[in-house]
Nanobody
Framework: QVQLVESGGGLAQTGASLRLSCEAS????????MGWFRQVPGKEREFVAG????????DYTDSVKGRFTISRDNAKNTVYLQMNSLQPEDTAVYYC???????????????????WGQGTQVTVSS
């Protein structure tokens, strides 16, 4: 059984930075795509960023390109999301997710992710 635990969320002012971490336990996800999603009340969960198992390829939704960076440390079974130049529209609950199958490519669909953390709140004040 895989457990994902996010940390690093909180309250930030516009233009500030936060770094989210996601630690996996129970089974190594070093061969799986990892992703970050976010959700606000009343809206569907939105893909934010994904990273290949090797760490060499990443993907970002357009609204965070150039501001957010996803990375991973397979030795620590941890994925990170560095968020810079935060904007009020980045306010959401952020979820870490592990892809359903090892060695598959990055997917923006939450249906392809079988493992989810409990979420961490990020609030950006204007």
């Amino acid at each position: 059984q895989v457990q994902l635990v996010e940390s690093g969320g909180g309250l930030a002012q516009t233009g500030a930075s936060l770094r989210l971490s996601c630690e996996a336990s129970g089974r190594a996800l070093s061969t799986s795509v990892m992703g970050w999603f976010r959700q606000v009340p009343g809206k569907e969960r939105e893909f934010v960023a994904g990273i290949m198992w090797s760490g060499g390829t990443t993907d970002y939704t357009d609204s965070v390109k150039g501001r957010f960076t996803i990375s991973r440390d397979n030795a620590k079974n941890t994925v990170y999301l560095q968020m810079n130049s935060l904007q009020p529209e980045d306010t959401a609950v952020y979820y870490c997710a592990g892809h359903r199958y090892p060695y598959w490519g990055i997917s923006r669909s939450s249906d392809n992710y079988a493992y989810w953390g409990q979420g961490t709140q990020v609030t950006v004040s204007s």
